[in-house]
């Protein structure tokens, strides 16, 4: 067993976060965020509802626009420029996935770089991979206050991300590269097509996994002492919960407590730093609109 095991649990960082933005944001001139959600995704739905609660524990202003599942391009479209157009709101996030007969790329292309706070539009992307950035997605970003919060650096370090999505893998990679604090790690970006995945996973200090299936990563995978990041939210039926399912992680429990050094618990790992990102994007994005310095 590792010497030392931490549970890296992501609530207490958010908390501090939140209690942060709701001590910054005063008075009635105050950041608001719009969603956009389309169709009726029960894990989207629960993913607005949190979203929701954490805007009005910070004073957020915030809206949330509900759109059929059928709802055409061209409407969504529409209410993607209405939004851009409105001085109101400072971030605009459309929640995915969307319905199949929607292109998903040419929505998140059409919010407005300014106020794309969920950091997916190509011109944030490309400040990113500049060094540059101005939104980080709020995932990876999450993924960079947590370790720094425990004191885990990644400079000098492996780091060995499995899972290239645009949401995690690769803005994760860029931002764990880049030159300077928070970054400076050697970042190996593995995937479906990676031969031998666990000979390369245990040459790493971190493991992060984001592949989307429970249990896909096991002892094998991690080297004992390495620090694990499991970003994968997973529901495994199990007729002994009251709902039929529960919470499970990319990563089995095998490979955390006891055996990596430091490690982040599903559900109650990396899950609440995204929305704390989501609304410190928010308000660095209304303190550029206002001219104001982004303090908080």
């Not at 764990?176 to 190996?188: I, M, S």
């Not at 004992?224 to 089995?252: C, E, M």
């Not at 407590?257 to 660095?284: C, F, H, K, R, Y």
Request: aromatic share 4%; glycine share 10%; net charge neutral.
């Amino acid at each position: 067993m590792a010497e030392t095991s931490r549970r890296l649990a992501g609530a207490p960082v958010r908390d501090a976060i939140l209690e942060r933005l709701d001590a910054a944001a005063t008075g009635d001139d105050v950041p608001g965020l719009a969603v956009v959600l389309v169709g009726d995704d029960p894990a989207s739905r629960v993913y607005v509802g949190a979203k929701e609660k954490a805007c009005e524990r910070v004073g957020f202003r915030h809206v949330t626009h509900r759109l059929p599942a059928d709802v055409s391009q061209a409407d969504l479209l529409a209410l993607v420029a209405e939004i851009n157009a409105d001085p109101a709101w400072d971030g605009l996030l459309v929640q995915m996935p969307l319905p199949d007969h929607l292109d998903a790329a040419a929505v998140q292309a059409a919010v407005d770089p300014r106020k794309d706070v969920d950091g997916f539009h190509p011109e944030n992307l490309g400040l990113l991979a500049a060094g540059r950035p101005r939104f980080v997605p709020c995932t990876p970003r999450g993924i960079g206050v947590l370790l720094e919060h425990y004191g885990i650096s990644v400079a000098g370090r492996r780091v060995a991300i499995v899972g290239r999505s645009l949401i995690v893998g690769k803005p994760l990679a860029q931002l764990l590269a880049r030159k300077g604090p928070g970054g400076d790690a050697t970042v190996t970006l593995c995937h479906s097509a990676t031969p031998d995945l666990a000979a390369v996973t245990r040459e790493a200090d971190i493991v992060v996994a984001a592949l989307g299936r429970p249990a896909a990563l096991d002892r094998a995978h991690v080297r004992r002492g390495a620090v694990v990041v499991d970003v994968g939210i997973n529901r495994v039926a199990d007729a002994s919960r009251p709902r039929g399912y529960r919470l499970a992680g990319d990563v089995a429990p095998a490979a955390t407590d006891g055996w990596a050094s430091a490690w982040t618990p599903v559900p109650g790992g990396v899950g609440p730093m995204t929305i704390a990102m989501l609304l410190q994007n928010t308000w660095e994005a209304w303190c550029r609109h206002s001219g104001r310095e982004a303090t908080a």
